[in-house]
């Protein structure tokens, strides 16, 4: 199928070079020219793990094409994706000018049938709005089409190419007979492609996300519960994802959820239902909890150094919202920088993959290693902020004949309690006991 995508941010990206290893022809569209002429040449320019590979070969297979020019992208489109970013506006709510205006634009164009596809997560009732752009600016046939991406980042070209579901919002059996056709290939396992109205599908993503954040959230309240009764997060995240009917996924308990999805989406969703009149109180709770858990290390921190971390160094692990991605998006790496520096400590960072967006946005309030151990040269404390595969089996040794004091803020739980008892550190981590 020939199939246009409109944006090549994350989701852009990763759906066109997903699209087309499944042989359809892909014509990716941006106005920012530099970056399309960098993506002619095979550059990538974002960090996802496997996308290089798929990217590369669908370049050379003349399967994926990049241009500034919308009309020759979507000339012989069938279906045409918006992946187009939609950021809170000034008043929290999802910011619709760059779908809608791309909708205007395409509706201008097209002189034939196009099934028009939104990829974005964007509030409930956007689809319409996106008919209405189209009936107003065209009589051309088009089906508008909700169809919200489920990929977490690290593990988006898995996701896609191995979706658990795609869901489809449409009410035309056209729309839906080519949708269905474009996705056989990802659902060959038997998983569903579950097809709705699109007010449906809108919803669903933002339920989803919402539903993903409220949960990890529940246990980031219960691992603090934890350290107040003496209870190990472990043990009790253990017993309680055991049940079917909880499920073991997404019930780790950490720093805070962070990220470009869940902090946007639950409060989307949270103000958008206040314009229907209903007040979703348990998410207003998951953020005021999520940012509370954010700044719980450094509320550790100041109990232990007693309110005065002025002229301490720190080294910090992990600075990406999550491990596998260089996205600092929400990250709560960078709200313990904040008050850390604030209140006069020094912060010596790494990240295999976040360092340089930490160093456009904070290069000028914290410094920057070029590996974990260097990091440590003379800190008073590790504090570990995002669970990477290589902080997880360090040398303790050369940890302990670098730093000046041996002592871990752990946010990730990485660590055993009894070797780091049997290694003689003071390690404090979340919903667990301290050892000293
Ligand atoms: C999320 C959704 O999972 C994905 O379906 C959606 O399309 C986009 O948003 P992503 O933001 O890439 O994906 O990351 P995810 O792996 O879901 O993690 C989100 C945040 O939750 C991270 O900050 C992570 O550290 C945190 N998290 C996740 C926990 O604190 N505990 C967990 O058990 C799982």
């Known amino acids: 199928m020939n199939i246009a995508v409109i944006g090549t941010g994350y989701v852009g990206l990763v759906t066109g070079t997903c699209l087309a290893e499944t042989g359809n022809n892909v014509t990716c569209v941006d106005i920012v020219e530099e970056k399309v002429n ?35 992208a979507i000339k012989d489109a069938v279906i045409i994706f918006l992946a187009l970013p939609t950021p809170p506006g000034g008043d929290g709510k999802a910011d ?84 269905e056709e474009l996705y056989a290939p990802y659902v060959r396992s038997g998983n569903p492609v579950i097809f709705m109205d699109e007010r449906s599908s809108e919803l669903t993503k933002y339920a989803a996300n919402s539903f993903l954040a409220t949960k990890i959230t529940f246990m980031n309240e219960v691992a603090n519960l934890c350290e107040l009764v003496g209870a190990d997060v472990d043990m009790v995240r253990r017993g309680v994802g055991a049940d ?45 909890v999520n940012q509370s858990q954010k700044l719980k290390i450094v509320e550790k921190m100041m109990k232990y150094y007693n309110n005065d ?18 996205d600092i998006r929400e990250a709560p790496a960078l709200y313990i920088i904040d008050e850390l520096t604030k209140a006069g400590a020094e912060i010596v960072a790494y990240d295999p993959e976040g360092m340089e967006n930490v160093r456009k946005m904070k290069g000028d309030i914290l410094a920057f290693a070029d590996n974990a151990y260097e990091a440590l040269e003379g800190a008073d404390a590790l504090i ?20 000046a004091s041996k002592v871990i803020f752990d946010g990730r739980n990485l660590y055993d309690l009894h070797k780091m008892i049997d290694l003689g550190y003071y390690y404090n981590s979340i919903g667990r006991a301290t050892v000293n």
């Open 38 to 72: 960098k993506m002619k040449n095979g550059e990538l320019p974002i960090y996802e793990p496997g996308l290089d590979i798929l990217f590369h070969r669908n370049i050379e297979q003349g399967r994926i094409k990049f241009t500034t020019d919308l009309a020759e």
């Open 96 to 179: 619709l000018s760059y779908v809608l205006g791309a909708a205007k634009d395409i509706a201008n164009l097209i002189t034939d049938y196009k099934v028009i596809v939104t990829k974005s997560t964007v509030p409930v009732g956007t689809a319409d709005k996106v008919r209405a752009a189209f009936e107003e600016n065209t009589l051309v046939e088009v089906d508008v089409v909700s169809n919200p991406e489920f990929l977490r980042e690290g593990v988006a070209v898995d996701d896609f190419m191995k979706p658990d579901r795609v869901v489809v919002g449409t009410r035309s059996d056209r729309a839906k007979k080519l949708m």
């Open 244 to 288: 079917d009917r909880i499920g073991k996924r997404f019930l780790f308990p950490g720093i805070g959820y962070g990220g470009s999805c869940f902090p946007k989406d639950v409060q989307a969703l949270a103000l958008s239902s206040k314009e229907y009149d209903y007040d979703f109180k348990i998410l207003d709770a998951v953020m005021e």
């Open 309 to 326: 971390v002025k002229g301490k160094k720190f080294a910090l692990w992990g600075l990406a919202f999550k491990p596998e991605t260089d």
């Open 384 to 403: 570990i902020a995002t669970e990477w595969q290589a902080f997880r089996n360090p040398d303790f040794k050369q940890m302990e004949e670098k730093m």
